[in-house]
């Protein structure tokens, strides 16, 4: 195990870089920055760590692969050894994460989250400030709180987003998508195989136009043009569903 210890008065922009294995990162308010990276002892020689500035860059650089390897995005990922990186950075900070094969927790408040994937579940417990990108091949996402827009791509895993005040794009092949309680002004949501369940906030209008070929159209919000608009914001509403039921709810309820 190596640990390196850097210190950040202002909050950083993290990036992490790894094959596979763990990726944890917690917020604090703290005025230091901690990586610790955790494998076998040529793995850890082979992880770079470096500070410029503002800026924590945690990479993975070894030219080997991991036993018998499949190459995804430059990646060389296996059945061998993995990685696991952990960072305590400030409030407000900024994280970068990509990784082939490694799961992706992070607990705290960022600035903005930005994730890539082939094999590997994302959890962010707390607040994202601004925007969250997520894209992944295959793995479940679950975000608490996003105060700007989000926007996530799957291929095969569940999505689920607890609260979002600005604008949602989601695109899943094979993946149920819930929205708990989405506040923005956009919200475009599309599945192949999968659910959509959208809450919209209390207090806000709705335009909708969502169609699924072979699956059910549901909405506990009154919808039609002889309905009229009620002081508040409008959330315009963009679904849509190959082989999958659309519901559209109240949140909370």
Known sequence: MSEHRFHTPRP??????????DIVVETADVDETVITVEGSEKLVEQTFVEQVGDRITVQYRGKQGF????EIGGFSIGSG????????????????????SADMNVDGTLSKLDTKSASG?????????GTAT???VSGDVKLDEVGG??????????????????????????????????GGP????????GDIRLG????????????????DLDSEVPLGSDIGLAPGPTLVIRGKTVSGDFRLVRAGS
């Open 12 to 21: 950083v922009d993290l990036l992490v870089s790894i094959p596979s294995g």
């Open 81 to 100: 050894e993995k990685l696991k990186v952990q960072a305590t950075i400030p409030h407000a900070s900024a994280a970068e994460l990509t990784t082939a």
């Open 149 to 182: 827009d989000v926007s996530v791509n799957s291929v095969s895993g569940d999505v689920r987003i607890a609260d979002v005040r600005g604008s949602v794009r989601s695109k899943s092949v094979s993946g149920d998508v819930r929205v708990d309680c989405a």
């Open 186 to 193: 956009e919200a475009t949501l599309q599945s192949v195989s």
């Open 121 to 129: 579940d994302l959890s962010m417990r707390g607040k994202v400030e």
């Open 134 to 136: 997520v894209k992944t």
């Open 67 to 70: 036993g018998i390897t499949i």
């Open 200 to 215: 919209v906030a209390a207090g806000t209008n709705v335009d909708v136009d969502a169609n699924s070929v072979s699956g």
